[in-house]
């Protein structure tokens, strides 16, 4: 993939996956077995409140990631759900609040995520006052069930306030329903555990649900992407700006590219693209900032 002028190998991964550990259907083998045979490249353990030994795990190709999901206290007396990745096999289960949780994943090298906060019910607000969280869920399949599954709004409630925060898709896997629904394509130069997590702490990377990316620019004031066919493009920034390169609903008529001229009118906070197929599917770029707009 051309990546805002790099060349760099995409990854299929699914970064939120429960196993017979906790409350999964399958046991950690049969997990990976699954994945690798429908195309993944990277799988994450994140079993609540305990790590897997991945190690010791056949990943027959697949880059294993050790990760957790964390429930410490949270405002309103409702538990945060904390996704956490690249922490170490012996990383703990419990902690007493979010920040604590927060603090020792980045202590120990890792990466957190505030996972599928809709679900939840926690607002872009509370998510906020949580320091050294990189991210969020923009799609979670297994939330989908009661109308929770997207959180975009909410992402762009944190952007708007001029706080950087990428967003992952991700299965949240439990079951066989739950499976192939979303994922997150890292854009690495391998698929190492060193460069993925790399990679998703500078923010190479894109979520989906099914459209691809192929390229990504945004040089001297022009924004342009490429990618698989798509009934409409959208270019979000701050507040009510934003630039749509829509498609009209007739069949057979798609887009694959999209370019925008913001010479003349200049991102405020940031941007990142959106795309939608016609069956619904979407994809999504990680932010550009432009904190000093």
Known sequence: MDFYGRRLHSYKANLHTHSTLS?????????????REHGYSVLAFTDHRKTNPVSGYDGGGLTLLSGIELHPNGPRGIRWHLLALGVPES???????GQQAVDAVNAAGGIVFAAHPYWCGFTSAEVMTLS?????????????YIGKAYNMQLWDEILDAGKRCTALA??????T????????????????????LAALKAG????SQGPEFHRLSYKDGIFEAEFTPCAEAILLTSQA????????????TETTS???????????????CQLRDRDGNYAWSMPLYFMNK
């Open 204 to 207: 190479d990377f894109y979520a």
């Open 91 to 97: 990383f703990p289960g419990e902690f007493e609040s």
């Open 258 to 272: 999209l370019r925008v001229d913001l010479r003349d009118r200049p991102p405020q906070r940031y941007l990142r």
């Open 241 to 252: 700006r934003g630039y749509c390169g829509r498609v009209p609903d007739s069949p057979g």
């Open 132 to 144: 050294g969280v990189c991210g969020t869920e923009v799609y979670n399949t297994s939330t989908r």
């Open 23 to 35: 409350d999964g259907e399958f046991p950690p083998q049969e997990v990976i077995r699954l994945y």
């Open 170 to 175: 991700v299965d949240d896997m439990h079951r």
């Open 177 to 196: 329903s739950d499976l192939f629904r979303g994922w997150t394509m890292i854009c690495a130069e391998n698929n190492t555990p060193q460069a993925l």
